[in-house]
């Protein structure tokens, strides 16, 4: 009898699930799903000059993309800069989340919202605000000159300067992340550790580092992905001397106007994120 | 309260466990007040109290994770005050249980052992011994979420035992279960302490599990300690009105003593002790009985009227009007005789014994 009714409310849940995800699973294959297939197509279509797409099958980009040696170059610098990128975001991120997740209150309001505000200006303004920071007169500089160190350091239009930046504009996210994954860190499993003969330190990384690796994980394949996809201040602060995936899409399509070659690109620029996406998943299966 | 404090040793001579005027004051108030506390070798001590009356900041600061801000912790004649928690060698179960989400129970159960650099096989075999302890063997690989209340509620017994503490701390650890299980848990804990020999302070709000587990129980109320005594003095001596209302259910009322007698309403009470002026009469529910005694030597009694009648089988409890007071009166039931209907007439009477009271509080 109760299996029964079960049954009819288990169809009815169906049915009404169905029809809330109906919007969003039309609005995703109209501008999500259709031109990524898109996408796909145009990397095995001609390259024409001056900027036209040629309706004839070609592995030819794809070809190109293998054998040319300066593409595996940008892939695997943009990888390891932007695990790179995570790791640090990481170290920088980890005690004020944890910090946060301890506080309460309206301290913990304003935190959160101290957190949350660069959010609410955009990653352009921010990345030209590090250009004031970091430029060869920059605050920086100015302030190690004052401590008689030989300035200026070169930290910006290359790789350091991409790496402060994005550091500091994924925070956020990263914070936001570890946060949502730090629900099963409760403060009394630290102080059983703590009465067990735990050292702070041990407790620290037998107990509250396992505990918060769910959050660690969501966090880190969070900031992997939006550091990879990441143009514009790489574009700035780079100073157009360091080329990466995004950089080198934007480059193709707007510049050199090989549609086929971008599309090629970003196609890789998935295959990235599907691995990501995968070192994600497993992580989280081993955590379990 | 200094003088309700006679039951344990004096100045913590022979104390295993000993509070020495312990305080814990936050900015505006004091959460745990001028607290001593003295606890012999292999004996079970209930912190008994409402919630917020700083038993479980006492237990805190026992085991280290809170500070004192005054006073003095010592075990076995060591002073831990400042000591950290992971010096203090104290089993603590927690409320929560507080089991690691991510061990199986044979690492829950390890953990202490592993930070103490214990030898592999040594701690296999200790691991063992604890679960066996507490009846979980077959359970070692399974997960914490993947057992019931109960189950983790050994586990987290074992965990505290298995690293043999000096001294076990419970903070409420059988409000999570349900009635049945509680029982059961409190006879086996209390085996478990008594066959181990290890000193034990039980925190609880529960009266009956302090009365029927402990050696004896220390009485708090906001922050202090009201009265430490066998469950037998706390029951029939209590040493102050709280105590007396806290612990067992009991009628209170306002009477007007003068020496060895006091007026409550119209009717002259014989009393056990002498005072004089304003006073409560306390007097326990099921210590009342209803209808006259032969011989009134060593009985008080008054007349009153039953105004409900509640029948919940093993006994019956009436309301009863005394002249416009309505005291709460126990029976125990029996098929020889009906429960009285509302309305009637009744004597109610009890020992002079029975009849407890107190100078009102300044």
Same mark, same amino acid.
């Given at each position: ?21 109906? @919007? ?9 799903? !259709?031109?990524? !297939? ?10 024409? @000059? ?5 309706? &004839? ?18 892939? $695997? ?5 932007? &695990? ?35 959010? /609410?200006?955009?990653?352009? !303004? ?52 570890? /946060? ?12 059983? &550790?703590?009465?067990?003969? &735990? ?25 992997? !992905? ?10 700035? $602060? ?51 | ?19 020495? =005027? ?121 997960? #914490? ?59 609880? =709000? ?24 066998? #469950? ?25 003593? =003068? ?37 009134? *030597? *060593?009985?008080?009694?008054?007349? *009153? ?26 029976? #125990? ?8 209907? #509302? ?20």
């Amino acid at each position: 009898m109760a299996a029964a009714t079960d049954d009819i409310n288990g169809k009815d849940r169906f049915g009404l699930a169905a029809a809330l995800l109906t @919007p969003i699973v039309i609005i995703n294959a109209i501008v999500f799903i !259709v031109p990524i !297939v898109n996408l796909l197509r145009i990397s095995f279509n001609e390259a024409l @000059p001056g900027g036209g797409i040629g309706p &004839a099958f070609t592995w030819e980009n794809w070809v190109n993309l293998i054998e040319d040696s300066y593409y595996l170059e940008i892939l $695997l610098r943009s990888v390891w800069m932007s &695990a790179l990128i995570t790791l640090l975001t990481l170290f920088c991120s980890y005690p004020i989340a944890l910090y946060l997740h301890r506080a309460s209150g309206a301290w913990r309001t304003f935190l959160f919202v101290l957190v949350i505000a660069p959010l /609410l200006t955009s990653a352009v !303004v921010r990345t030209y605000g590090w250009i004031a920071m970091l430029a060869d007169n920059g605050l920086v500089n100015t302030a190690l000159s004052w401590f008689g160190a030989p300035t200026p350091f070169r930290l910006i239009f290359n790789l350091t300067g991409i790496i402060i930046g994005l550091t500091e504009i994924l925070m956020p996210y990263m914070i936001l992340a570890l /946060l949502a994954g730090f629900g099963r860190l409760d403060p009394r499993c630290e102080e059983a &550790a703590l009465t067990l003969g &735990a050292r702070p330190l041990q407790a620290f990384w037998r107990i509250v580092v396992p505990l918060t690796a769910p959050g660690i994980a969501l966090g880190c394949f969070f900031c992997f !992905v939006l550091c990879v996809s990441s143009f514009i201040t790489p574009r700035i $602060l780079g100073g157009g001397r360091v080329f990466l995936l995004a950089t080198e899409i934007y480059d193709e399509a707007i510049v050199t106007l090989n549609w086929p070659g971008a599309a090629t690109l970003s196609i890789l620029v998935l295959i990235v994120f599907g691995a990501a996406l995968a070192l994600y998943t497993r992580a989280l299966r081993r955590l379990d | 309260m200094r003088e309700g404090t006679g039951g344990g040793a004096p100045a913590g001579e022979d104390a295993y466990l000993s509070l020495q =005027h312990l305080g814990k004051r936050y900015s505006d108030f004091a959460a745990v007040h001028d607290l001593t506390l003295n606890v012999p070798r292999g004996e079970l001590v209930a912190l008994l109290g409402p919630s917020g009356c700083g038993k479980t900041t006492t237990l805190r600061m026992i085991a280290g994770l809170a500070s004192a801000t005054s006073g003095r912790v010592i075990v076995n004649g060591n002073d831990i005050t400042t000591a950290p928690p992971y010096r203090r060698d104290m089993g603590v179960v927690f409320q929560s249980y507080a089991l690691f989400p991510h061990m199986t129970v044979a690492k829950n159960v390890a953990f202490g052992l592993q930070m103490r650099n214990v030898a592999k096989p040594e701690i296999e075999r200790r691991v063992q011994e604890a679960i066996g302890m507490v009846r979980l063997g077959g359970m070692e690989d399974r997960r #914490p979420r993947a057992l019931s209340g109960g189950q983790q509620q050994r586990v987290a017994l074992a965990r505290a035992l298995v690293i043999r503490p000096s001294t076990l701390l419970f903070d409420e650890p059988l409000s999570n279960l349900d009635a049945k299980l509680r029982d059961e848990m409190r006879t086996e804990i209390r085996e478990i302490q008594q066959r181990l020999g290890i000193t034990a302070v039980f925190v609880t =709000h529960d009266q009956a599990e302090a009365l029927a587990m402990c050696d004896k129980v220390a009485v708090m109320n906001a922050g202090r300690l009201e009265q430490l005594g066998a #469950p037998v003095d706390l029951y029939e001596r209590p040493a102050n009105p709280f105590v007396a209302s806290f612990v067992g259910r009991i009628n209170r009322l306002p009477a007007v003593a =003068h020496g060895k007698s006091a007026k409550v309403g119209a009717h002259e009470l014989r009393l056990t002790s002498t005072l004089n002026g304003e006073v409560e009469v306390m007097i326990r529910p099921h210590r009342i009985a209803i209808g006259r005694t032969g011989e009134m *030597g *060593g009985f008080n009694q008054v007349p *009153g009227v039953v105004k409900r009648v509640t029948y919940v089988g093993d006994l019956v409890q009436y309301d009863v009007d005394v002249d416009g007071l309505t005291w709460s009166v126990e029976q #125990p039931t029996t098929a020889a005789r009906a429960p009285d209907a #509302p309305g009637s007439r009744v004597d109610l009477s009890w020992r002079i014994a029975d009849t407890l009271a107190f100078a009102k509080r300044a």
